[in-house]
C-alpha cells in the first residue's frame, strides 16, 4: 500500500523568493515514481515535475526542482524566484505497482504575496 | 484529441437522480483512471481501465457507482440514486500504458458535480 502524506495545508511566499513544500511518503514498491502537480482554480491538474525512485539525481524544471531523500521518504519540492503564477494548490502523488494508479496527498494551498 | 475532455463541466441534479460523467481520452491512451476531489480535499482514486483486462474498482465507495470504457476509449461513470455527499469534482486522466515509463497523468478539467 501507497501513502502520501502533505503536513503544510497552506504557505505563503513574497515574490521573486523561494519556497519549499514538504510531502512524505510510504511503499512497499521497489519501482515507483513520485510527481509534484499543480491545481489552479480552472481545476486542471498540471505536471509540475516527476521523480523516478531508481534515479538519485533530483529532478529539476526550471524554477521548480525536488529534494529526494529515499532513506526518509521524503519528496520536497522547491520552487525559486517565486511567481504570482505560481498560486496554486499543490498536490504530491506516487505511483508505482500493475496499475500505477497514483496516490495523492491533501495538498498545499500556495499563496504568493506581490 | 490533444487533451482530455470531459463533459459535462458542471453538472447540478437533484438528490436521488441518476447522473452520467463522460471522458474521452488522450488518444492512444490505454490507461484511464477515474477520481474524486472533495471540496478541499486531495484526489481520491476510483476505478482504473488498462485495455481489455478486467477494471480495477478497488476506490468505487459504493455499489451506486459504475463505470465502462466502450471500445479502449471513451468512459462513462455512473453515479445511481445521487445523494449530497456525492457533490464534488469529478476528474478522469489518462495514460500510456504502465510500465513504459510513468510519464504521469494527463487530467481532464473535471465535472463539478452538485448533488441539492
Known amino acids: 500500500a501507497q501513502t502520501v502524506t502533505q503536513s503544510q495545508p497552506e504557505m505563503s511566499v513574497q515574490e521573486a523568493e523561494t519556497v519549499t513544500l514538504s510531502c512524505t511518503y510510504d511503499t512497499s514498491e521497489s519501482d515507483y515514481y513520485l510527481f509534484w502537480y499543480k491545481q489552479p482554480p480552472s481545476r486542471q491538474m498540471i505536471l509540475v515535475i516527476r521523480q523516478e525512485a531508481y534515479k538519485q539525481q533530483n529532478a529539476t524544471e526550471n524554477r521548480f526542482s525536488v529534494n529526494f531523500q529515499k532513506a526518509a521518504k521524503s519528496f520536497s519540492l522547491k520552487i525559486s524566484d517565486s511567481q504570482l503564477g505560481d498560486a496554486a494548490m499543490y498536490f504530491c502523488a506516487g505511483s508505482g505497482g500493475a496499475t500505477n494508479k497514483l496516490i495523492f496527498g491533501t495538498g498545499t494551498l500556495l499563496a504568493v504575496q506581490p | 484529441g490533444a487533451g482530455v475532455s470531459q463533459s459535462p463541466s458542471n453538472k447540478v441534479t437533484e438528490k436521488g437522480k441518476d447522473v452520467e460523467l463522460r471522458c474521452d481520452p488522450i488518444s492512444g491512451h490505454t490507461a484511464l483512471y477515474w477520481y474524486r476531489q472533495s471540496l478541499g480535499q486531495g484526489l481520491e482514486f476510483l476505478i482504473y481501465?488498462?485495455?481489455?483486462?478486467?477494471?480495477?474498482k478497488s476506490g468505487l465507495p459504493s455499489d451506486r457507482f459504475s463505470a465502462e470504457r466502450t471500445g479502449g476509449s471513451v468512459s462513462t461513470l455512473t453515479i445511481q440514486r445521487t445523494q449530497q455527499e456525492d457533490s464534488a469534482v469529478y476528474l478522469c486522466a489518462s495514460s500510456r500504458k504502465p510500465g513504459q515509463g510513468s510519464y504521469g497523468y494527463t487530467f481532464g478539467s473535471g465535472t463539478r458535480l452538485t448533488v441539492v
Open positions: 481501465f488498462q485495455g481489455n483486462s478486467a477494471p480495477d
